[in-house]
């Protein structure tokens, strides 16, 4: 995906907010967000974020930047705040 800092999401259900991670929001706050197989909640935070669903049948936030939201296979909600 071309992102500088991942983070993978484990198998199962979880929810993972952007700017959670002290390593990820040391690089500027683009985060960049992997869901899973489960059913993941990702949500995007401050910055250029990127949201990528799992398997699983994921919901996926865009934060207040400019993010990028990639479904998976699953059946994905996705959305993104007007700005």
Wanted: aromatic share 2%; charged share 25%.
């Amino acid at each position: 995906m071309g992102c500088q800092s991942c983070i993978p999401l484990p198998s199962g259900s979880r929810t993972l907010v952007g700017g959670d991670f002290p390593d990820v929001r040391a690089r500027g706050g683009d985060d960049c967000l992997h869901g899973g197989s489960g059913a993941d909640h990702l949500e995007g935070g401050r910055g250029k974020d990127v949201l990528a669903g799992g398997s699983g049948n994921d919901r996926l936030a865009g934060g207040p930047g400019r993010d990028r939201i990639d479904c998976g296979p699953g059946r994905d909600v996705a959305r993104v705040q007007p700005g």
